[in-house]
């Protein structure tokens, strides 16, 4: 009975520390044709945690939990693009925009 009833709490404990998905807008440099949307969306869109994500030239929309710094070294490893700017998109329909380094 013990470890059922501390099972049960330690799992309502992680479900509450879960991020929730949020959608970001990833600007990004060196992409130039249709080729390019392509690459990047075959090793951005299969990541893990990766809900919904939307690649046009220069630009990726990604909804998910799915660490920045991941979807940056995807992103790199295909072809040398770059994120040059993160914005997160909160509730409001705003826009908080985050420069990247």
């Given at each position: 009975?013990?470890?059922?009833?501390?099972?049960?709490?330690?799992?309502?404990?992680?479900?509450?520390?879960?991020?929730?998905?949020?959608?970001?807008?990833?600007?990004?440099?060196?992409?130039?044709?249709?080729?390019?949307?392509?690459?990047?969306?075959?090793k951005v869109c299969g990541l893990p945690?990766?809900?919904?994500?939307?690649?046009?030239?220069?630009?990726?929309?990604?909804?998910?939990?799915?660490?920045?710094?991941?979807?940056?070294?995807?992103?790199?490893?295909?072809?040398?693009?770059?994120?040059?700017?993160?914005?997160?998109?909160?509730?409001t329909g705003k826009t908080a925009a985050?420069k990247s380094k």
């Amino acid at each position: 009975m013990r470890f059922v009833l501390l099972f049960s709490f330690v799992s309502h404990i992680a479900f509450a520390f879960t991020a929730a998905p949020t959608t970001r807008v990833f600007t990004l440099r060196g992409m130039t044709c249709s080729a390019c949307v392509k690459a990047v969306q075959a090793k951005v869109c299969g990541l893990p945690e990766v809900a919904k994500c939307t690649v046009e030239i220069n630009k990726l929309t990604l909804e998910g939990t799915t660490p920045e710094a991941t979807v940056r070294d995807a992103v790199a490893s295909t072809q040398s693009y770059q994120v040059v700017k993160v914005a997160t998109v909160v509730e409001t329909g705003k826009t908080a925009a985050k420069k990247s380094k």
